[in-house]
């Protein structure tokens, strides 16, 4: 122990800050992520950190946003139309000075917030979720959900009691149609957002409802930003109800609008299409209504002038009618005997032909039967056949001499030979055989089994 130094805290706390003392009070800007934050008293307290890809912390320094500064940027932020958003997470481009405490330990004062960079990382963030949603496809997804041609059962997801409400509430109610609405209140801003909007999703996916309505009224480009969620985008693509969006002013476009059946600029623009549907239906029906009446009318008077003309025929022109058929009938009844008669004769002359037939048949039938019998005598007459026998015989005899002189055995007696090869293949020529090859020579009364020694080819001689 007596060899050891041991120095105080405080004096160790004072060599720090000694050797940062050059760095105390400058200010740099600074890229991070917000951890821990809170506010208190009108001051923001939190961790700015760096991650990596895995989420891993590389470097972590306490913060502080002191109330006078906190709210000189919030008034900055509002002047560019955005909000000032510090949630876990959130990353920020803080303009920072070092400060030490030998109390509190190094830690950064914020003395600025860039609103550009904080809007870029909102718009990056919000890219990336549209091309990941594009390449799976989730666009086209509940556009193919079917419309009702007049929804009245209307699912609407946005927060009861604001302007967005209100604003697209009067409308419907003001068009004095039969409308339905069923609120599902939400948070459209803030950290709650996600859980509010996908809890509004599936308590509407279990209702018998036309149509979901997501609604919000303008704000800052940061408050909006809050719907561009990724989740709610998906929650949406895959329900099985057609959503509608009405989100933000004009010139706003939210993740929402992509995935959704239908967008539209203004909360208040999606009420207006919901009647105007109402209205062009009621156009329609009192053009039809009006359209059937004329026709139903022109078609009456019609039908009524002709009554009256069949009333005055059926008075007047039965008379005649009577005479008419008369005369018809005796017209008719003169044409059907014409043609019995014609009939008649047609049938006798047809009976007289088929008796003459009937008589001169049987004797024809006789003279062609004895003049076959008379060919048939004369054909196999025994003179004949005899003659005819002997023909074949000697014919026979001429082949069977004929068949033995081309008999290979009738050959092998003579003394010729069949020499064949091992395969049993008969020989013709010396070409198909080699030397020191098995063949086998047929005589007339045995075999013999020999191997070529030499082989001589007979060469052509000219004269």
Known sequence: MADKKFFNLTDITKRVQHYLQPAVGKSFWLKAEISSGRERGGSFYCNLVETDSNGKILAKLSCTIWSRDLSRIRNKFQDQNLSLKLDDGTSVGFQCAIQYNPQYGLSLKVEDADPAFALGELELKKREILDQLAKEGLFEKNRGRRVPMLPQKIGLITSQGSAAYNDFVKTLQSSKFGFEIIVADSNMQGPQTETSVLQALSVLEKLNIDLVVIIRGGGS??????????????????????????????????????????????????????????????????????????????????????????????????????????????????????????????????????????????????????????????????????????????????????????DPKTSLERGFSLIYNKAGKLLKSVSEISQNETIITQLGDGRLTSIIETIEVKTNERN
Not at 330 to 350: C, H, I, P
Not at 356 to 371: A, D, G, M, Q
């Open 221 to 406: 480009k940061t408050d909006l930003f809050s719907l561009d969620n990724e989740n709610i985008a998906r929650a949406i693509a895959s329900h099985k109800m057609p959503v509608w969006t009405g989100i933000g002013h004009e010139i706003d476009t939210s993740v929402l609008d992509y995935v959704g059946n239908r967008s539209f600029k203004t909360p208040t623009a999606v009420s207006e299409e919901l009647v105007a549907r109402f209205i062009e239906m009621d156009r329609h029906l009192n053009e039809s209504r009006n359209r059937l009446k004329s026709t139903w009318d022109y078609r009456f008077e019609g039908e009524r002038a002709w009554v009256s003309e069949s009333k005055t025929g059926i008075r007047e022109g039965t008379r005649k009618l009577i005479d008419i058929l008369k005369s018809d009938l005796k017209s008719k009844a003169n044409q059907l005997a014409v043609k019995v008669n014609t009939r008649l004769a047609t049938e006798k002359g047809m009976v007289s032909v088929s008796k003459s037939r009937i008589v001169s048949l049987p004797e024809n039938r006789i003279k062609e039967y004895r003049r076959d019998i008379g060919y048939f005598k004369y054909r196999f007459s025994k003179d004949k056949i005899l003659v005819q026998l002997k023909n074949e015989r000697a014919a026979l005899r001429i082949k069977k001499s004929t068949l033995k002189a081309y």
